[in-house]
């Protein structure tokens, strides 16, 4: 009985379930485990310490360089300056686009390239809501996604009409689109200063993650035949640049803003300055920025500033960074004595205790 049971093509074969017979699955593979003593943990302290003290002082200080220039122009009430009356001006459909004026000093040159950034605030891009209110598969260049957006964008999805929106979604529907241009003071005239585009997003990111569809009869406009523009986009997104390489989805201020920040004031890259007459820098003296002035934030209390940054090799100004360096650096390098103090402590004792 026993016999035929075990001859029973119902039953398992034996070894099925062993694993393999390597040194990964049975665990054979050489391993080193040290044991730490006060010879090698004492020095690893303080050059882990000294290392983070140099790295530290280094971010420090570069950022030290760095020259900054901030602008306010949100125009609150009481603020003094000309953006106060677009600010409270009405935003009706229709209504034309209101412009001021922001004439500042620059107490210092600037050498270049200085890099120009907004910054709001009070300003939560990381609501779980809003963060989500995209179709990454619409914004990659899939032709399916572009006629059938993703039900996270809601409702920013269709229009009243039920096309469908492209880009969709909260994020792409709320894109910053002030505009500014900046001009120079020199020989009593004011000289336009260029402001560079080109760069201005991660490469990953307007060569892998944004993509425009295959065009259709070889146009733009063609290819978003059918869909409609965000609610609060003037114009569809092909219409968003004259320079073919960037409009529609690969264009770089609405890369820009889809990379949403983590707190709730944030600065973004708008232009670079480091073309013409200023590819060094920009000169101390009188400058002119006109602002065309197009997203409200009053009605959340948020502000708005315009940025003139230098950068270093280290980026933009970054103290908080050099900070962390330096206090994880001390921390070790105090570690390490506290573990010297301890071994010399105890070392003594146990040598008393042998005599």
Known sequence: MAAAAAASPCAEPAGRNKPDNTAFTQQRLPAWQPLLSAGTALPLFFC?????????????????????????YTGAPG?????????????????????????????????????LYYELSNYYQNHRRYSVSRDNRQLSGDAAGLRSPATECSPFRTDPRGLPIAPCGAIANSRFNDTFALYHLA??????????????????????????????????????????????????????????????????????????AALPTFRKLYRRVREG?????LPQGTYCLNITYNYPVLSFQGTKKVIFST???????????????????????????????????????NQMDVE
């Not at 140099?54 to 360089?65: D, E, Y």
């Not at 459909?93 to 500042?104: D, I, N, Q, W």
């Not at 965000?230 to 609405?254: C, H, K, R, V």
């Not at 050099?322 to 301890?342: E, K, N, P, Q, R």
């Open 48 to 72: 882990v310490g000294l290392a983070c003290l140099a790295l530290g002082l280094g971010l420090h200080f570069s950022s030290g360089t760095i020259r900054e220039l901030e602008l306010d």
């Open 79 to 115: 603020s003094g300056h000309g953006c106060s009356r677009c600010a409270n001006a009405s935003r009706a459909a229709g209504a034309e686009a209101c412009t001021c004026s922001l004439r500042f000093e620059l107490p210092e040159r600037f050498p270049g390239p200085v890099c």
């Open 187 to 260: 020989n009593g005239t004011f000289h336009r200063v260029p402001l560079d585009n080109r760069g201005i997003s991660w490469w990953t990111d307007s060569n892998i993650k944004f993509s425009n569809p295959a065009l259709l009869n070889g146009t733009l406009e063609a290819t978003f035949k059918g869909t409609a523009k965000p609610p609060n986009w003037p114009q569809a997104a092909y219409l968003l640049d004259s320079n073919p390489n960037n409009t529609g989805f690969i264009n770089e201020d609405f890369i820009v803003w889809m990379r949403i």
């Open 277 to 281: 007459n200023f590819s060094s820098g």
């Open 311 to 349: 950068v270093s090799w280290m980026g933009g100004k970054n103290p908080f960074l050099g900070i962390v360096y330096l206090v994880f650096g001390s921390a070790c390098i105090l570690t390490g004595f506290v573990m010297l103090a301890v071994h010399i402590k105890f070392q003594q004792q």
